[in-house]
């Protein structure tokens, strides 16, 4: 399979498929495609990891594009940002909840838990992760830009959860409070961070959407009835 990102501001991604070649992505995520694909849609996986891919902000039904011949066909980004590819041969990598955009048939996503309880009632995002397996290419959506970085043995980075995408199986996660009573009430980063623990590559969003929204809603007109 080969590939070609296009565009800079609300990128897609280009899949060059062979015949008998598939790729998946959720429902609604194809951009255009040339004669010679076939769609199939399903829950890919049963029900139950359909649900679960509901509750990480992705749909419950998935649809996978299979060439009968030579043909290619693209998927595109939502927001303005950029698309990642990432290699899932190389060990399993975690992301965030709608992170996901397109993917060769022969990975798995499933939806994953947070087993820390912290995570799940303060920690936002965090609490839903979704788990990228098996062998090939997966296609990250990105909100803004992306920015790699690789953690060295014991090193530690600390993100607000909006502003993260993705880290290899080696990376530990875990939320963390912030300290002190004057930040938490008046610095205006929330609660919590996520804290990241090397060794292993993570990719981060420029962008935080949970920050982009409640930007846009404070020029929003309010109705005073």
Known sequence: MNYEIKGNVVPAVEVSLSRGESVFTQS??????TEG????????????KGIGRMFAGESMFMA???????AKVAFASTLPGSIIPVDVSEGRFTIQKGAFL???????????FNKKLGTGFFGGEGFILQELSGRGIAFLEVDGDAIE??????????????????FEDSVRYEVESVKGLGNI???????????LTGPGKVILQTMNM????????SYMPKSTT
Not at 64 to 70: E, S
Not at 153 to 158: A, I, R, S, T
Not at 185 to 193: A, N
Request: hydrophobic content about 40%; aromatic content about 10%.
């Open 185 to 195: 009430l008046f610095g205006g980063e929330g609660l919590f961070l996520t804290r």
């Open 28 to 33: 609604g995520g194809m951009f255009y495609q």
């Open 102 to 112: 397109a993917a060769e048939s022969s990975i798995e996503l499933r939806t994953t």
């Open 64 to 70: 996978t594009y299979t060439a009968t011949q030579d």
């Open 37 to 48: 694909i076939k769609m199939d849609t399903n829950t890919r996986g049963g029900l139950f």
């Open 210 to 217: 949970n920050e982009f929204v409640l930007r846009i809603d």
């Open 149 to 166: 970085m690789n953690l060295a043995p014991g090193e530690v980075l600390k993100v607000d959860t909006g502003n993260l995408v993705g």
